[in-house]
């Protein structure tokens, strides 16, 4: 394999340097502080986080990443006010939030829609949650169901759509209550990958076209690098933040850009981070499993290659 | 269809399944036939069609076979008329076609006595003593249910009491319900009631746990508190479960109908069973204890068609 001299991911052009700067002007509209999180087991206190600190402006994309166990799902979850914390602050718009509320909306891995009710009802159950009637509540969910493009299956129940339409009501379902910012824990982790790259720039006309802040936890380095302004990395034993990356790939975002030097350059960071070069395990050798050939010589296919 | 009537966890086709269903009521009724109407199989008894020369024989007398045969031989070595018998079964087993037309004739027979009731009002009885029982039950029983499911308070403050009272059975309470309740339908009403309730609330308590908790996580982040939680999450989350366990349970409520009803002054079907045994009319206590099988069978079968029109999102429904 021949190296790629790729730029150092830190390197931005003027224009990219520009807009975060901008950027950075924008209010705050999430601000974690000294965010901890102990959880009690029976061979004690475990660490979960550890001392979070960040900031998210508005409209900003910011994707959450981190080696399995760092603590990403907590994190959303304490965000969301489903989980309490065990130190420190988390600030909507300035102000401490506790419990879960439609301030805060959130997309989950696992389908969550009601099964009970039809698309265009469980669009409306936040609506009429916030006291809105049944008409406005109607319209408005009819409004965000066309946005995300399912207008013919208004009156379908959930268990008869595929699993990207069902993540795309989820989504209508989330925004219809218009939250000040939405949560997202690895949503297209179920999908399969075709319908997955169908929803992340579906995610992206959505999210250019309309007042939200997103903050989107995932495991998939080229879903964080194509879709996040910045990349909150974290890591495990106990969580913490490991580094602030700001995405030197240009807006807006196309399915081109995945060779482009500068997304190279930051997968390769990602890589890095939650990566290292691997310490020998127990019984194995680095790459390589302890193998045998275990095929006769003389056999009808006695080499794959 | 490859690996055929074998595969494991397959579903057969409909044709292949309405097939067994039939099978799995015919092959019962085919060994009845056989028993009753093969003289070979099984009777026991020589019905008696001529006396001959053994005294206390009659016509249309039942004995045992030996009895029978030692009679034949006494007769045989004093020289006299041999007696004539057929096999037999016992009386307490009715063949097939005597009890389908027993089916009819029950209903068409006037009662014994002025004041005793017809069939199909003893049957109407029964229905109206588990309706009443059921109904009660369920009354208390849903929402405590609901509620200890949902709620850890409702749940430590209910459910240990209500472990130790299953484990009493519902009939050891039928004298202290005659005190209580008098000899008519109140104590039987009662009887189905404690042997309803309390398997209905840690039945209905456990369907509510296994609510996805998922589910009560998104409405919370859309804005969902308590009551909204509890009716416009909870209730219709697990309201098509709910239904399969009042089925079950319903079935359940059946079970003590016969105990219930021999409590205080015997009712329903079950003196109606009782009354014929006592008169040797067999036939007719298959064909009711037959008709108990087929109602609670067709309540079931109409509940689960109408439970498909009323919970539109459910997926096909397996029966």
């Known amino acids: ?305 | 269809m490859a690996s055929g009537w074998f595969a494991v966890r397959k579903e057969l086709d409909s044709r292949s399944r309405l097939f067994l269903g039939v099978l799995s009521f015919l092959i019962p009724i085919l060994l009845w036939c056989l028993v009753s109407y093969s003289p070979y199989v099984w009777h026991p008894k020589m019905a008696i069609t001529e006396p001959g020369g053994v005294s206390y024989f009659k016509p249309g007398m039942q004995v045992d076979r030996t009895v029978f045969e030692r009679e034949s031989e006494k007769a045989q070595a004093a020289g006299k008329p041999l007696p004539e018998g057929e096999p037999a079964n016992p009386v307490y087993l009715p063949a097939p076609h005597e009890v389908a037309a027993a089916f009819y004739t029950a209903f068409t027979t006037e009662p014994q006595r002025r004041n005793e009731k017809w069939l199909h009002e003893s049957l109407w009885q029964s229905i109206q003593v588990i309706f009443w029982g059921f109904f009660l039950s369920s009354l208390v029983g849903v929402p405590l249910g609901i509620l200890a499911g949902t709620y850890d308070l409702a749940s430590r403050l209910s459910e240990p009491f209500i472990e130790f009272f299953r484990y009493l059975p519902a009939p050891a309470f039928g004298a202290l319900a005659v005190a209580i309740l008098g000899i008519h339908e109140a104590p039987k009403i009662a009887i189905i009631f404690i042997g309803t309730f309390f398997q209905q609330v840690l039945v209905i308590s456990n369907t509510t746990r296994k609510l996805d908790p998922s589910l009560l996580e998104a409405a919370m982040t859309l804005g969902a508190k308590r009551l909204s939680l509890l009716f416009r999450v909870v209730i219709p989350g697990i309201v098509t479960d709910l239904y399969k366990d009042m089925r079950i349970l319903l079935g359940w409520a059946w079970t003590y109908l016969i105990v219930a009803e021999l409590i205080g002054t015997s009712s329903g079907i079950t003196w109606f069973i009782t009354q014929q045994a006592r008169y040797k009319n067999f036939e007719n206590v298959y064909a009711a204890i037959i008709m108990i099988g087929i109602i609670g069978l067709s309540t079931d079968l109409i509940l689960a068609w109408l439970g498909r029109r009323l919970f539109p999102w459910q997926r096909v429904a397996k029966a």
């Open chain 1, 1 to 305: 394999m021949t190296h790629l001299e790729l730029p150092s991911y830190l390197d931005q052009s003027p224009e990219v340097r520009d807009r975060f700067e901008r950027l950075k002007q924008r209010p705050v509209i999430l601000e974690v502080d000294a965010l901890g999180k102990t959880f009690d087991s029976p061979q004690g206190p475990i660490t979960a986080l550890k001392n979070i600190n960040f900031k998210t402006h508005r409209r900003e994309f910011v994707c959450v990443i981190g080696p399995s166990g760092c603590g990403k799902s907590t994190l959303i979850r304490i965000l969301a006010g489903l989980e309490e914390q065990t130190s420190g602050e988390v600030l909507l718009d300035g102000k401490s939030v506790h419990g879960p509320g439609p301030d805060r909306g959130m997309v989950f891995q696992g389908y969550t829609l009601f099964p009970w009710l039809t698309v265009k009802k469980n669009v409306m159950f936040g609506l009429e949650r916030s006291g809105k009637d049944r008409n406005t509540a109607e319209e408005e969910a009819r409004s965000w169901i066309d946005l995300v493009g399912l207008s013919k299956f208004e009156n379908s129940y959930p268990h008869q759509l595929s699993g990207g339409m069902k993540q795309r009501v989820a989504i209508a379902r989330a925004l219809a209550n218009q939250p000040r910012i939405l949560l997202m824990d690895e949503p297209f982790g179920a999908l399969d990958a075709q319908t997955r790259a169908r929803m992340q720039s579906y995610l992206l006309d959505i999210w250019r076209n309309i007042d939200v802040t997103i903050l989107f936890i995932t495991h998939d380095l080229d879903e964080a690098v194509y879709l996040a302004d910045r990349i909150l990395v974290l890591k495990a034993h106990p969580g913490e933040v490991q580094e602030l990356i700001e995405v030197p790939v240009p807006h807006p975002r196309s399915p081109d850009q995945f060779l482009s030097p500068e997304f190279l350059a930051t997968k390769a960071r990602l890589e890095e981070l939650i990566h290292p070069p691997q310490e020998e395990e127990v019984g194995l050798s680095e790459e390589h499993l302890n193998m045998v050939r275990m095929v006769p010589l003389d056999d009808e296919v006695s080499d794959v290659f």
